[in-house]
């Protein structure tokens, strides 16, 4: 009576060459990944803050006020809130009408207040643009920025740009 050895499971060397092969693969996955990950966090943030400026701007015009999108602290980045009142106001709970938390991208903006007075248009001397970029942006890396452009009509809108 012969005995055929029965062979389960995997040998050595097959697991060996699996693990290699997984390796290479996490080693060119992983930072795609994480480059993924900072892309679409800038994305929602650009989002979240265009959607605070649609609603400043339609507020102002469905309430016939002014209505503003302020910092909560030193910059946008900091946090921002919708209430109505323009300059001299500030997000209380008797005029604010939205409460946005604070970016995790920096920002490269002077600017803390936008009014948008009665008619929807930006109550500015000039356009203002908000730069959102990744927290660590290498100089020179490309479409990585997302500019938001608020025109004096009270326009709004998104491009990309490249890391400073």
């Known amino acids: 009576m012969t ?36 892309s679409n966090q800038v994305n929602t943030e650009a989002n979240s803050l265009v959607s605070g400026l ?12 002014e209505v ?3 910092a909560s602290g030193a910059s946008l980045a900091a946090g921002y809130c919708v209430h109505v009142g323009g300059a001299g106001v ?12 604070a970016l995790e991208s920096s920002l490269a903006s002077a600017v803390t207040r936008l009014v948008f007075n ?5 109550d500015s001397a000039a356009a203002i643009t908000v730069d959102i970029a990744p927290s660590s942006c290498p100089s020179g890396k490309v479409n ?9 009509g009270g326009q709004i809108t998104v491009s990309r740009g490249d890391c400073p």
């Not at 500030?90 to 938390?101: A, K, L």
């Not at 009665?118 to 930006?122: F, K, N, V």
């Not at 990585?144 to 004096?152: E, F, K, N, P, Y």
């Open 3 to 38: 005995s055929l050895a029965r062979k389960d499971g995997f040998t050595l060397i097959e697991l060996l060459i699996t693990l290699a092969v997984l390796a290479i693969v996490m080693t060119i996955a992983v930072p795609s990944f994480q480059e993924l990950i900072r």
């Open 54 to 65: 649609q609603l400043a701007r339609s507020e102002a015009v469905k309430r016939g006020v």
């Open 68 to 70: 503003s999108l302020t």
């Open 90 to 101: 500030n997000c209380t709970d008797g005029n604010r009408i939205r409460q946005f938390e």
């Open 118 to 122: 009665r008619m929807g248009e930006l």
């Open 144 to 152: 990585s920025v997302r500019q938001i452009r608020v025109g004096l």
